[in-house]
């Protein structure tokens, strides 16, 4: 079976004043690592970064998670160290967003 690997790159502003805005200047973004997803049970790559990107984008002045790159055409052979999705079981996606999220 096809699959494909979605890769997110998450955020974390670092900034401990109670204003962190961009117009405040304190903001402080810094890149802290993201999460990899074998995406099952979609035909194009365009989809699989759709769903990956309803399931776990996050855009707040907190954290910030979104997809940075994809990959078409995996097989079952290939080695990844990634969290199994796939559209036709949005519960055990869901299972596997919460036991992989980020804590802030």
Not at 8 to 25: I, K, R
Not at 48 to 67: G, R, W
Request: glycine letters at 4%; a negative charge.
């Amino acid at each position: 079976m096809t699959s494909f690997i979605v890769t997110t790159q998450v955020m974390f502003n670092d900034c401990v004043e109670s204003d962190n805005s961009f117009s405040s200047g304190n903001s402080r973004w810094k890149f802290k690592g993201g999460r990899t997803f074998e995406v099952t049970g979609v035909n194009r790559v365009q989809e699989a970064v759709a769903f990956v990107a309803a399931i776990v984008m996050q855009n707040n002045m907190d954290v910030k998670e979104f997809p940075i790159k994809w990959v078409e055409g995996v097989t079952e052979d290939d080695d990844w160290e990634v969290v199994h999705v796939t559209p036709d079981n949005m519960e055990d996606a869901a299972k596997a967003i919460k036991e992989t999220a980020w804590n802030i």
